[in-house]
């Protein structure tokens, strides 16, 4: 991946003081040894009127594996030979604003002991990127940089010239020119919408980026229009981290409009109203009521049935009772993730051996998920077409048969307390449906009459006197001896292989 930054010059600022301000020499090409490459610094040309100094990135694409471990961008179990195969050596991306920072540092902070008055100075720049990843397109590269002071001119790069017919790429060619802006204003630019606008990491985003982003974007990030965004991006949509970076933002704002310090606002609470108790989340009211059912019924062998990201995940591998934890989910890309908010890499061998994840459907038997204690559905029947719940209820109460099953679901009685939620909505844009406290039991009694189970219903989180809690619990344990009817078995089987 390349980038050239160009200035110019006259005899009394001659453009060669581009050297001084990058603090690398126009006479020297110098290599700078990074965790995924080498970084290459040369100036294609160096007079008096006019200096020029690229940065080459050399991306060793199987280091950049084996540091990652097959993680981050391209290391998905579902992409191994996106490993390999891939645009990081060519396009622009957060390894290239990774160099940039690592390479131009001084400069970026606007540190110069030789030319001090020309780094605090504006300069005629001119930035070139030939290949730029730009999700979003030629649009959102002048949104994000011409609030900024700069004249941009960008061009879609199409998929084939000889078939123009295919349309555009996702990729653009980038030429930015300014003559209001420091270097070290640029750089910085640069550093954080870079990624931006690729839209990818190549690295785990970990809680100091906030910092980085702050540091990087003081003075024109707070009241950049689409701030939002590139908080967002920045942050891989990290929703805590983007929080976080959105509170402090805004902090500064109110510092700027108030020609104040940041601590002075930030102090301007009184210590009372700071210790005033946050509500409970929902999320964790019904992890509390899994883990109680769990407990109640002595479990040790848990399935997490759709278990996403990992987070009841966690909560079971705090609790050494529970000795064996298999997670399931049908997305590749949410096992991805909560193996990582596992970190199952770093994970004590002891440890590691009590959990394992793999990818399935629950609408399909699994010998795998046999010979459990426990099962746990946890917000996931609504995210069903129901025609497809048959199939669902015989692989888990019919085929699996824990002795113990777990199922969690919306009650949209509860929905008319969420005021954000408009009239006639369900809470979540998946959902496929949402039931009202009659007809989950109703569900619920009958599948546990056909398999031989038996059902109660537990509360989970406030529950209001007059439409219920937000959240309904059926705890299902399956009868010492069952008797189920053969046709009652056999109707079911055939619904569930026909759905």
């Known amino acids: 991946m390349f980038l050239t930054l160009t200035t110019t010059g006259t005899a009394e600022h001659p453009a060669t003081d581009l050297g001084f301000l990058l603090h690398k020499h126009p006479e020297k090409a110098q290599a700078f040894s990074t965790s995924f490459g080498t970084a290459h610094v040369l100036y294609p040309e ?49 390894l290239l604003a990774v160099a940039l920072s690592s390479v131009f540092s001084s400069a970026m902070r606007g540190v110069c002991k030789s030319r001090p008055e020309r780094a605090a100075e504006p300069l005629p720049l001119r930035v070139e990127i030939p290949a730029l990843p730009a999700r979003g397109g030629p649009d959102l590269v002048r949104r994000l940089f011409e609030p900024l002071g700069w004249t941009v ?37 640069l550093y954080v919408l870079l990624p931006v606008l690729d839209d990818a990491k190549h690295y785990w985003v970990a809680p100091d980026e906030v910092d980085k982003l702050l540091r990087a ?37 109110l510092a700027e409009t108030d020609d104040s310090e940041v601590e002075e606002i930030d102090n301007a609470v009184e210590a009372e109203a700071e210790q005033e108790p946050k509500p409970t989340p929902l999320a964790v009211h ?52 909560a193996s990582r908010r596992l970190k199952l890499d770093r994970m004590g061998e002891r440890q590691a051996a009590r959990v394992r994840l793999f990818q399935g459907s629950l609408a399909y038997t699994d010998k795998r998920l046999k010979g459990y204690d426990a099962a746990v559905l946890s917000e996931v029947i ?90 309904q619990l059926a705890l299902f344990t399956l009868r010492t001896i069952t008797e189920t009817p053969a046709t009652t078995a056999t109707a079911t089987e055939k619904e569930a292989k026909a759905a």
């Not at 097959?70 to 991306?93: E, F």
């Not at 084939?160 to 030429?175: C, M, Q």
């Not at 590139?230 to 970076?245: G, K, N």
Request: one cysteine or more; proline letters at 6%; aromatic letters at 8%.
């Open 46 to 94: 160096a007079e008096d009127q006019r200096c020029t100094a690229a940065l080459l990135l050399e991306v060793d694409a199987v280091a950049l594996v084996r540091r990652g471990k097959g993680k981050g961008r391209g290391g998905a179990p579902d992409a191994a030979l996106a490993q390999y195969v891939n645009d990081r050596p060519y396009a622009a991306s957060s």
């Open 153 to 189: 001119d960008v061009e879609a790069v199409p998929l084939d010239t000889a078939f123009p017919e295919w349309g555009d790429s996702r990729y653009v060619r980038l030429v930015l020119e300014s003559e209001t802006l420091t270097l070290s204003n640029a750089l910085r630019h």
């Open 217 to 253: 974007g003081a003075g024109w990030l707070p009241g950049h229009p689409e701030h939002k965004l590139i908080t967002s991006r920045y942050l891989s949509r990290r929703w805590s981290l983007t929080r976080e970076a959105m509170d402090r933002l805004e902090l500064i704002r």
């Open 286 to 337: 019904r992890r509390e009521a899994i883990l109680t059912a769990l407990r109640d019924h002595a479990a040790a062998r848990v399935l997490d049935l759709g278990c996403g990201e990992g987070h009841l995940v966690r909560e079971l591998l705090r609790e050494p009772r529970f000795t064996e934890i298999v997670g399931v989910d049908v997305s590749v890309r949410a096992l991805t993730i």
């Open 382 to 471: 609504e995210h069903l077409d129901l025609p497809r719940l048959p199939a669902l209820e015989y692989a888990v109460f019919g085929s699996a048969r824990p002795r113990t099953v777990v199922v969690t679901t919306p009650n949209v009685e509860y929905n008319v307390r969420w005021e954000t939620l408009p009239a006639g909505h369900v809470r979540h844009r998946d959902h496929r449906f949402e039931w009202t406290r009659g007809e989950f039991r109703a569900w619920a009694g009958a599948v546990a009459e056909r398999h031989g189970y038996d059902v109660e219903f537990r509360p989970v989180g406030p529950d209001d006197p007059e439409v219920g809690p937000p959240t």
